[in-house]
């Protein structure tokens, strides 16, 4: 689209509206124009003006969570929100910041940094292949205009604050910390028609009803447009460490864990690394605080810890692959595996079973302890491979419940029952055939208990066609209610959530 013929409410809304470029595609589908507003008031008119011309509209920060999610319905404009990226106010003596949705994690660290504070929020960082425009090395750099080197080098980012709010993305310190959502305590947002609405923070209550930030955590941009947040902070620890451990079967790793969790050491995360079935489990426990009680903290951890076959390694570094692992990963397939921190031994077998059953070998990687896993496979694998495996994990998981009856959806294939008899053995320490049902789990024929939920962050275009990225969601309903009173015209990234939402 050239820009003479680029609407004119969205020109006189924004002063920042080009055409797109390849670099601007949302799952691969590409939007007419990109709007870049610098104010709330201005991302209300801008989404007044989309509104009256009947547009769809897909917010963006970073650009680097863009391809999570369903390719959307429809995709018209995209409205980047980096230039909105100011930190608003920084009280620091009552621990609380409110900055603007565009401001990047990496630059809010350096600002409140200077004060000893914190957002502890760390989702794994993402590189952009390539990154939008407003991301390009030579946009704004004093770089040619169509120089190639500068449009297709990568880059590499946390994610922006609105990203990280409308994605729900956390990383290890979620255990201690929690998500987004939890750090929250105020937030601004536009609505599809224009509307600014505000909640939390200064705000008693605001005229909805609704408590705004629970919604919009991890709406994936499907009910409006975030433009401010308030969020409370902690101080900088003063040191780290993390004590890790190397085990050769999953059923040692959980154990491990579980020495780390129950004692008095209080770690503020608990990730494990486990890139192939063939091979060791590692588990690192991190520690945050004073240097000489982080001291006496890892050695006592160590001690609990020792074993005669390993030793735990103490380190005032993460291991090279924190922050690094499967939920990292930018192309092929990445699933997200939620359920109970004690079921974790189960899933684990559940996971490598399927896995097996489909011819895979995944890494499996994540916040053990807080109940979030990651399991990614390289984009080469074969599509229906891959579908198999999400299909057979639901199923053995629980995921398969009939939203609409409660009832659940087919029964676990034969082959994969023999598969998780191996794995459970494997995780569990078993031998042999697995255990009957004990009381209130289900017998042959019941299917098993709905212990975990199985999300695919992303996948290629050819695995996107084969599964349902979401799954089955009991709420569908509910979550469709919500969408209508928000976006009645169905135009705020329409279809990228479950269910289509």
Known sequence: ???????????????????????????????????????????????????????????????????????????????????MNRVIEHAAGDLVATVEAGVSLEHLAEVLGAAGQRLALD????????????????????????????????????????????????????????????????????????????????????????????????????????????????????????????????????????????????????????????????????????????????????????????????????????GAGPAAQPDGTVLQVAFWPGDLGMVLAEIRAAAEVAGLDPAVGGSAAAGLLHVACPADRDPGAIAAFVAGLRAAVGHGLRPETGHRLSDVPKPLAHARAHAHSHAHGRGGAAEPAGPGEPRSGEGPPARANVVVLHAPPAVGDLVDLFGPVPSLGLMRAIKDQFDPHRVMSPGRFAGGI
């Open 1 to 83: 689209m050239a820009a003479e013929t680029i609407p004119t409410p969205l020109v006189t809304a924004c002063q920042d509206v080009r055409p797109t470029s390849p670099a601007d595609a949302v799952a691969g589908v590409l939007p007419q124009l990109v709007a870049s507003p610098a104010s709330t008031q201005e991302c209300s008119e801008l989404l007044k003006a989309a509104s009256e011309l009947g547009l769809a509209v897909i917010p963006r920060g970073a650009g680097s969570r863009m391809d999570w999610g369903n390719p959307p319905a429809r995709c018209d404009l995209v409205i980047d929100m980096t230039r």
């Open 123 to 322: 989702p794994h960082p993402h590189p952009l292949h390539p990154p939008p425009a407003a991301h390009r090395l030579g946009a704004g750099q004093g770089l040619p205009d169509g120089d190639d080197s500068a449009a297709i080098a990568p880059v590499s980012t946390r994610g922006t604050v609105g990203g990280v709010l409308a994605t729900g993305a956390a990383g290890p310190l979620r255990l201690r910390y929690g998500t987004p959502r939890d750090l929250l305590l105020g937030i601004t947002v536009v609505r599809a028609d224009g509307t600014v609405a505000k909640s939390g923070g200064k705000v008693v209550k605001n005229v909805a009803g609704y408590d705004l930030g629970k919604l919009f955590a991890g709406s994936r941009g499907t009910l409006g447009l975030i433009t401010q947040a308030t969020f409370r902070l902690h101080p900088v620890p003063v040191t780290t460490a993390y004590v890790t451990v190397q085990r050769a079967a999953a059923v040692d790793a959980c154990q491990a864990i579980g020495v780390a969790l129950e004692s008095p050491v209080a770690p503020v995360a608990v990730e494990i690394d486990w890139p192939s079935a063939a091979g060791p489990v590692t588990v690192s426990i991190a520690l945050e605080g004073d240097p000489m009680g982080v001291a006496q903290r890892a050695t006592a951890l160590a001690d609990l810890l020792r074993r005669t076959d390993r030793s735990p390694a103490g380190s005032d570094t993460p291991p090279p692959w924190w």
